[in-house]
């Protein structure tokens, strides 16, 4: 099974700053990462695939990077509602999808 | 709209059954992959099983193995879990999600169902 380790943990970050998540993992993966978002009480939302395209109705201040085992989410000039828990997660063989532990984004 | 809507949840006793349903709307259901996904109280997720969109060939993870049945109902645009010798580390929010397409990730997601085991 190939594992995938957030990091940070907890990121604390100011409106109008960057965030950089980082996600790492246990074997190549080639580009087959995504990024959700989840808010309290709701079902994630895929923001990033492919590791860096994008998914339909994503701001642009949203980018995604890396391939092989690092990768990286950036999101420039944070929004209020940007504050919410990040998952990575791998699709390098279906079914055997594996998601990070995540990264909670909170306000500085 | 393309939407997922899950049904099913409620408290049940261990070594209870459940039977969870994935409607959906918008979109024939046939043609996607699917998975149930599901997340326990203040943890993450945790990728449960998994229904091919073409052969129907199925999946499980390791920890519901023999206890879980993923099931689909082309008739009525809707997939199954059934999830049986339940323990109280089922306890958790099940999602269904579709892969999609043209991202091979999980694009739409259902609203999630509450699956508790307590006595």
């Known amino acids: 099974e190939i594992v995938m380790t957030q990091s940070p943990a907890t990121l604390s970050v100011s409106p109008g700053e960057r965030a950089t998540l980082s996600c790492r993992a246990s074997q190549s993966v080639s580009s087959n990462l995504v990024w959700y978002q989840q808010k309290p009480g709701q079902a994630p939302r895929l923001l990033i695939y492919g590791a860096s395209t994008r998914a339909t109705g994503i701001p642009a201040r949203f980018s995604g990077s890396g391939s092989g085992t690092e990768f990286t989410l950036t999101i420039s000039s944070l929004q209020s509602e940007d504050f919410a828990v990040y998952y990575c997660q791998q699709y390098n063989n279906w079914p055997s999808y594996t998601f990070g532990q995540g990264t909670k984004l909170e306000i500085k | 709209e393309v939407q997922l809507l899950e049904s099913g949840g409620g408290l049940v006793q261990p070594g209870g059954s459940l039977r969870l349903s994935c409607a959906a709307s918008g979109f024939t259901f046939s043609s996607y992959a699917m998975s149930w996904v599901r997340q326990a109280p203040g943890k993450g997720l945790e990728w449960v099983s998994g229904?091919?969109?073409?052969?129907?060939?199925?999946y499980y993870a390791d920890s519901v193995k023999g206890r879980f049945t993923i099931s689909r109902d082309n008739s009525k645009n809707t997939r199954y879990l059934q999830m049986n010798s339940l323990r109280a580390e089922d306890t958790a929010v099940y999602y269904c999600?579709?892969?999609?397409?043209?991202?091979?990730?999980?694009?739409?997601w259902g609203q999630g169902t509450m699956v508790t085991v307590s006595s």
């Open positions: 229904i091919s969109g073409s052969d129907s060939s199925t």
């Open positions: 999600a579709k892969v999609g397409g043209t991202t091979s990730a999980f694009d739409i």
